[in-house]
C-alpha cells in the first residue's frame, strides 16, 4: 500500500509521535510511505530568510533505522500569517504532484490547513481520506484570533473524512460532536516499545551525570516546554521547600517556550542542582532519563483547551517504566486511565510538589508504579499497528 501522510508539523525535528511510530512500523511491513510536513519552528530555528525553498529529506528514520521515509517539505513565504497563506498555493502544488507522481492508495492527514487541501484533493481525485486526530486541532493554531476560522474548517474535515482515527475516548467524544459520523470514527491509542521502555533500563550514568544522589527524590518531565505546561508552577513551590526538601530535583528534559523562563527561576530563586534542565536529548537516550526518575509530572494547566481532550504519547511511557504519574485533572486523561491505575491527580500545577512528596513519604512510590505498569501492559504496538492497518485496508 502506498500512504501519504500530510502534517501542518514538523516530521524531522520533533520528537516521536504517534504517526511517527505506526509510520515506521508500517514501513517495516512492506508499505511505502511518503511525508508532507511543515518547517513549524522557522520562527525562532534555521535560517533567516524570506522564503524557503521546497526541500527533499530522503531516508528519514526516528525510531528504527530500516525505516526510511522520504519527508518532502514545500517552500513558504516566512512572514507570520503570510506563511499560512503561501501554504494555501505551495502545498496545494505539493500535494497534486505526490497524487500524480507517488500514485497513493491512501492519504493521512493531521492538522488543519493542510489536512483541508488533502481532504480536497482526495476527493478530487478519488483517493481515501483518513483524518488522524491526535489533538483538538484549532486549539494548537498560535494566533487565537485565527482559532474560530479553524475550528469551522475542522469541522468540516470531520464531516467529510472517509475515516477518523483519534487516540483516545474523549478525542473521539469530541469529535462526534464536531459532526464526525460515530460509525465511521474508530479509537487507535497510542502505543509502547516495551524494548525500549521497561524499568530495567538503567539511569544511573544520567543521575551521576547530573550531579543527581542515590537518596535524591527525581520528579520529571519531558517534552515541549509550553507556557501552559505547569512547570514554572512547580519550580516555584520547590524554590518554598528548598531548605526543607534538598534532595527533591526536578528534572526538565526538552525545550520549548518556557525553557528561558525556568532558567530565570533557576537563577533567580537559588535552585542550581535542584531543578535540572536538560534542552532537548536524543530519542535514543529518553528510556536512560526515564530510568533516572522516581515520580513523572504531568503538571500541565487544566483550564489550557489544547489539554481538555488529549492524552500525550508519554504518558504510557512513563507508566510503563513501572513509576508513578502526577498530573492535573486533565479530562482526557482521567477518561483514560481512571482512579487507582497509578495515576495521582490534583487540582492545579503548584499541588504537584506537595502531592510528590506524600507519596515519598508514605511509601507509595512503588506500589502505584506496579499499578501504572500494569494497566499498560496491553498497549503493545504490535496489535496497534495491526488495528490501524486494519482502518487503511479497508478503505483501499
Known amino acids: 500500500m502506498r500512504i501519504l501522510i500530510i502534517q ?4 524531522i525535528k520533533r520528537y516521536p509521535g504517534q504517526q511517527h511510530h505506526l509510520a515506521e512500523r508500517l514501513i517495516l511491513k512492506g508499505h511505502e510511505i511518503r511525508v508532507i510536513d511543515y518547517e513549524i519552528l522557522w ?3 534555521g535560517e533567516k530568510e524570506l522564503f524557503s525553498r521546497r526541500h527533499i529529506f530522503n531516508n528519514v528514520s526516528k525510531i528504527f533505522k530500516d525505516a526510511r521515509i522520504t519527508v518532502i517539505r514545500p517552500g513558504i513565504l516566512k512572514i507570520p500569517v503570510l506563511d499560512y497563506v503561501s501554504m494555501l498555493f505551495t502545498y496545494s502544488r505539493e500535494i497534486k504532484r ?8 491512501i492519504i493521512v492527514s493531521h492538522s488543519i490547513l493542510t489536512n483541508y487541501l488533502a481532504m480536497r484533493f482526495s476527493k478530487k481525485n478519488d483517493i481515501p481520506f483518513i483524518f488522524h486526530m491526535t489533538d483538538a486541532q484549532h486549539t494548537i493554531i498560535p494566533f487565537k484570533l485565527l482559532q474560530p476560522i479553524g475550528k469551522i474548517i475542522e469541522s468540516k474535515i470531520l464531516k467529510n473524512a472517509d475515516r477518523l482515527v483519534t487516540i483516545n475516548e474523549k478525542l473521539r467524544d469530541y469529535a462526534i460532536k464536531m459532526g464526525a459520523n460515530p460509525d465511521e470514527t474508530y479509537v487507535v491509542s497510542a502505543g509502547i516499545d516495551f524494548e525500549r521502555y521497561n524499568s530495567n533500563v538503567d539511569g544511573s550514568e544520567i543521575r551521576k551525570q547530573y550531579g543527581i544522589e542515590k537518596n535524591d527524590i527525581v520528579l520529571f518531565f519531558m517534552g515541549w516546554l509550553y507556557h501552559f505546561s505547569g512547570l514554572k508552577e512547580v519550580a516555584l513551590e520547590l524554590a518554598k521547600i528548598k531548605n526543607k526538601k534538598q534532595n527533591v530535583k526536578f528534572l526538565i528534559v526538552g525545550d520549548g517556550d518556557a525553557f528561558d523562563d525556568l ?12 531543578l535540572i534542565l536538560t534542552g532537548k ?8 532519563f526515564l530510568a533516572s526518575a522516581d515520580i513523572f509530572l504531568l503538571p500541565a494547566d487544566p483550564t489550557e483547551k489544547i489539554m481538555q481532550d488529549i492524552v500525550p504519547i508519554k504518558m504510557y511511557e512513563y507508566m510503563a517504566m513501572r513509576k508513578p504519574v502526577i498530573t492535573t485533572k486533565l479530562p482526557g486523561v482521567i477518561t483514560e ?13 503548584k499541588d504537584v510538589l506537595k502531592k510528590a512528596i506524600e507519596l515519598v513519604e508514605n511509601e507509595k512510590v512503588t506500589e502505584y508504579g506496579l499499578k501504572a505498569r500494569g494497566f499498560v501492559e496491553i498497549y503493545n504496538w504490535g496489535d496497534i499497528v495491526k ?7 479497508e478503505l483501499t
Open 8 to 11: 501542518d508539523t514538523d516530521w
Open 43 to 45: 520562527r525562532t530555528e
Open 98 to 105: 505526490q497524487i500524480k507522481e507517488f500514485k497513493p492508495d
Open 263 to 274: 532558567q530565570r527561576i533557576r537563577e533567580e530563586r537559588d535552585l542550581d542542582g535542584q
Open 281 to 288: 536529548q536524543p530519542y535514543e537516550k529518553i528510556p536512560e
Open 337 to 349: 486511565f481512571g482512579d487507582d491505575q497509578g495515576v495521582i491527580y490534583v487540582d492545579k500545577p
Open 387 to 393: 488495528d490501524f492497518e486494519g482502518v487503511l485496508e
